[in-house]
């Protein structure tokens, strides 16, 4: 049974850190490139950052890079996603998710989301 589950989310105010958590099983970890998606209201779903299974190669949006990182621990099949400098935009419901690309229409599995408010 595939299993993603996000954690972590909050109200920070900005400047702030947050590490958002996500257990993510039950599917081919060695084959799957597993990411941080966002949806603010009002706005589409986007791609935040994303690490593969294979080689933990990882991508990044423009609009993150510097501030947030993203980790896996494969052992315990969880994936992370430290985020630092926080702004108000990044205000958003962050979902994790599994797939072949990092790109929303790339996703096979979905897990609920986790709110991230931050506050100017």
């Known amino acids: 049974e595939v299993q993603l589950q996000a954690s972590g989310g909050g109200l920070v105010q900005a400047g702030g850190s947050l590490k958002l958590s996500c257990v993510a099983s039950g599917f081919g970890w060695a084959h799957a490139t597993i990411g941080w998606f966002r949806q603010a209201p009002g706005k589409e779903r986007e791609e935040i950052s994303c690490i593969k299974g294979e080689d933990t190669s990882t991508f990044y949006v423009d609009s993150v890079k510097g501030r947030f990182t993203i980790s896996s621990d494969n052992a315990n099949k969880m994936v992370y996603l430290q985020m630092n400098s926080l702004k108000p935009e990044d205000t958003a419901v962050y979902y994790c998710?599994?797939?072949?690309?990092?790109?929303?229409?790339?996703?096979?599995?979905w897990g609920q989301g986790t709110q991230v408010t931050v506050s100017s």
């Open positions: 998710a599994a797939g072949w690309h990092c790109k929303t229409y790339a996703m096979d599995y």
